[in-house]
């Protein structure tokens, strides 16, 4: 028996076609260095239109690359809504790739347009030689733009179309964007979402299991267009009629506290780093009015649990962890504690990587291949698939990471039975030490609990007797000076003995990938090279 329902495609013209004709009034604001500009939803959509016209003319037909080397604002708004509806491929940019990967992906991906910021001009200076397919770039603002040779203006593009567009009819199934990991080794890889996949990771997204943002929120964007989709979050406020706050490249602790009261913003979402920052920030800004902000959404890696408390306890506000990959649209696992969860046992499920949305499944497998229970004891990699997940990565052949319909994830944890993952380590970064491994990220989130500690990462050195032992690299706190045996001290009755860290190092800061996780290569290179001054103790008694 066949259904009778309407063999409607899942598009993001429908998307667009949404926010533009229900939520008209609904605004995205962009923050410059010296104020905002705001535009309404009907706005944007008509700049979307002229902006789908314009590249039109320029010779951009279905399927064809456009790049957007772009901060969070207005401009890359339209841009998201305006290139897939089109039929072509969004292809966001990261600004801080470093320029050998920078030209790969343009290069890779075949980008036929690059819609830029003026203000990043001198990082694309860097690779416009090597690109092989680049035919126009378009400018957004005014900037040198003399090395490029032939440029187009952004408004001026626009201004010569008029509004009004009439979007085709596509298959849900085409691409619609693309986007490329940011690992730190090898060559960066491209993941194509389809309309379907996007629009499905959008109903999830909006979800109330999820984030579950209506009309009545003001959601701040600080999480990079370019990484990832943003979360998704471009597409979720669209569709919902959420006020866009987008901050560019304004993303200091300082400036946050300021957007946030001058904006009223009642959600946003951003790395653990961020949100740190922000917290050093407001204790130089007592003052500061967060009374607006509800919630946050933290991921991109672990979040501590003395962050989660902090946040509750200074700026007034529920900090959300969320789990996902560039792989998986990102959204995978979302967490909020369960309703029947007491209230002194919330931050028991707040510290874990999230609960699993509707949409994805999530299975945790032994390295002999076998399948694990999820009793919540049980360790070994997450495999997972769903509509919005890749079964592969674009002109790449990677087998070592699909097993037979699953995405293996590289994350190392275990999962329970009401569907919460806890995940202990990357499969890169976990300890293996005389025959057990060593959770780098709970080590991590135990030593940032203490109130000298900025930062913390924990890398695995080399041990004559054990193979492998953790070393912490600490950012102490402004003004703070702890001392190694101290924090060794503070680590009694939250590890086990043999777990307990002896080497120690100090830094000044926890170097960053591109989108701000922390960057261990780095630091095991630097370790590699004797440019750490290691602390060494000795074991703590049993």
Known sequence: MRSTMQDFQLLISHILRHGQEIHGDSEVVTVNADGYATASFTEVAGEAERLAKALGRLGVKGGDRVGTFLWNNQAHMAAYLAVPSMGAVLHTLNVRLFPDQL???INHAEDKVIV???SLLAVLANVWDDLKTVEHLIVVGDGDTERFGTTLSFDELLGAEDPGYDWPALDERDAAAMCYTSGTTGNPKGV?????????????HTAAVSIGMTERDRLLVIVPMFHANAWGTPYSCWVVGADIVLPQSFVQGERLLTIIEDQRVTLSCGVPTVWNDLLRALASSPGADLSSLESVTCGGSAVPRALIEAFADQVGAEMIQGWGMTETSPLAAFGRPPADCPQDQEIG????????VPGVEVRVVAEDGSILPSDGEAVGEFEIRGPWVTASYYKDDDPNRFDDG???TGDVGSLDRRGYMTISDRTKDVIKSGGEWISSVEIEGLVMGHPDVFEAAVIAVPDPRWDERPLVCVVPREGAKPEAADLQAFLKD?????????RWSFIDAVPKTSVGKFDKKLLRARYAEGDLDVVTLDRPPA
Do not use: I
């Open 103 to 105: 030209s790969y992906v």
């Open 116 to 118: 830029a910021d003026a």
């Open 192 to 204: 194509v979402y389809s309309h379907r996949s996007t629009y499905l990771h959008t109903m999830a």
């Open 349 to 356: 499920y707040r510290v874990k990587a999230g609960r699993l």
């Open 406 to 408: 699953w995405l293996r």
């Open 494 to 502: 939250k590890v086990a003995r043999w777990a307990t860290p002896e």
